[in-house]
């Protein structure tokens, strides 16, 4: 069936005229940043019929679509990523970290005056009309293409920060804690890139993991 911009389409018929779709992306992993990108895409009737075919939630996509995709948007849309780095998670919870990160990359998009945000909070740090979107992910036409932007941008980011720590296999699970980054955990301790807040690297530092230099 393809994507939609049923909420886009309200906010426009609201008196919105540049609305953008925002989505995180590294919210569960036990490792690096959380990356949110924001993406509006142009009244293309090109642009925006190819999109609504091809992209939909980064997840499912298979990576070489996902890059080809994110490399697409890029060229046709308007677009702005933002992170919060391990320290800030650590700081201020996962969940603000994923606010100032939206906040960043939506500094970084001009003249957006509407906003759909993937999931069902707000973004704190935004004046200007929004809606949230469950699952808008896989349905709402911007919010998909910040998802894809989002990922393709953080999975990059895990692969180079896993050239120096090779033996928990971030450029496989992007910091995720599957067995093989646990195992790892346990038989290296964590390094300066993991969340101490998390628990799982939490009970390794607990334990005696001593962490390593970036």
Known sequence: MGLRQVHEDAMLAQGCRVVAGVDEVGRGPLAGPVVAAAVWVP????????????????????????????????????WALGEASVEEIDRVNIRNA???AM????AGLENCDGLLVDGNARVPGWKAPQRTVIKGDGCELAIACASIVAKVHRDAVMVRLGQDFPMYGWAKNAGYGTAVHL????????????????????????????????
């Not at 906040?103 to 939506?106: G, H, K, M």
């Not at 993991?194 to 009970?203: G, I, L, M, T």
């Open 43 to 78: 009244d293309d009737v090109r642009v925006r019929r190819f999109l609504s075919a091809e992209a939909g939630d980064s997840k499912v996509l298979k990576a070489a679509k996902r890059v080809a995709l994110s490399a697409f948007i890029q060229e046709h849309c308007r």
């Open 103 to 106: 906040e960043r990359a939506l």
């Open 98 to 100: 994923t606010f100032l």
């Open 183 to 214: 195992e790892a955990l346990r038989k290296h301790g964590v390094c300066a890139h993991h969340r101490v807040s998390f628990a799982p690297v939490r009970a390794v530092v607990e334990a005696g993991g001593v962490a390593r230099a970036a």
